[in-house]
Structure formats: structure tokens, C-alpha cells
């Protein structure tokens, strides 16, 4: 595991991640990146917080992927990353799962620019 990154079930959050769900309603989104924690199976849980309705959604990457989603893009294995702002793509898979598909790092984290400050005021999860 890598250090600053928990198991779901030690989170110090372990309650605020029941409030994320897997199911997002739109296919792209613009979502802040809240939480990392571990799974069972070689993946990487990715609690993300939609920027403007603030719908909460986990999603997983895995270890076979590089920790990326099924297209590329960011590896979520960097605790550094919390806080920053993706645009990232969902569909479903033929089981009818949610697959994260792609991430896009728009902005690092920096609690002065435009989005994260209006997330920040608008959803207070820091």
C-alpha cells in the first residue's frame, strides 16, 4: 500500500465514504477528488464530489491498469492528487457496472482559484 493511502474499512473517513455512491448520472463530469482509499482486489477506490451539483460518486481503478482508468489518464496512486479538479468519463460495462474510463487533470488543488474555491464554499469536505 502506498503510505497516506488507507484501507476503506481503517479510513479515518470510513463514515464520510458512505456517502458516496457508484452510479453516476451523466457520463462526463467535472468532480473534485475527496478521498483514496484501498479495496480487496488489487484496487484503488476514488471518492470524487461533482463540482457544481455536489453529488459524491466512488469509482475504482486497479492495479493491472497501472492505477489509471480503462483509457489512460491520471494514476489515482498519488495522495497528492486530493483535492484536485478531473474531468473525468464514465460508461457502463457489459456486466453493468460503472467503468471509469478516462480522467482529465484540469487543476491541481489550490484553494484560491475559481472552482475549488466555489466548491470549497459550497460543499466544505476539507
Known sequence: M??????FTTH???FSLLDYRDKPTENHLTVCLNFLA??????LFCYFADCYSGEKYALS???NK???PYNGGSCF?????????????VSI???????????????KFNKN???SKNFLDNYDTF
Open 2 to 7: 502506498h503510505s497516506g493511502i488507507h484501507h
Open 12 to 14: 479515518p473517513d470510513a
Open 38 to 43: 484501498w479495496g480487496d482486489s488489487g484496487n
Open 61 to 63: 481503478v486497479f492495479w
Open 66 to 68: 497501472g492505477f489509471k
Open 77 to 89: 496512486k498519488d495522495p497528492s492528487l486530493l483535492g484536485c479538479i478531473f474531468e473525468i468519463t
Open 93 to 107: 460495462s457489459r456486466n453493468g457496472k460503472i467503468k471509469f474510463d478516462d480522467s482529465i487533470l484540469l487543476e
Open 113 to 115: 482559484s475559481f472552482v
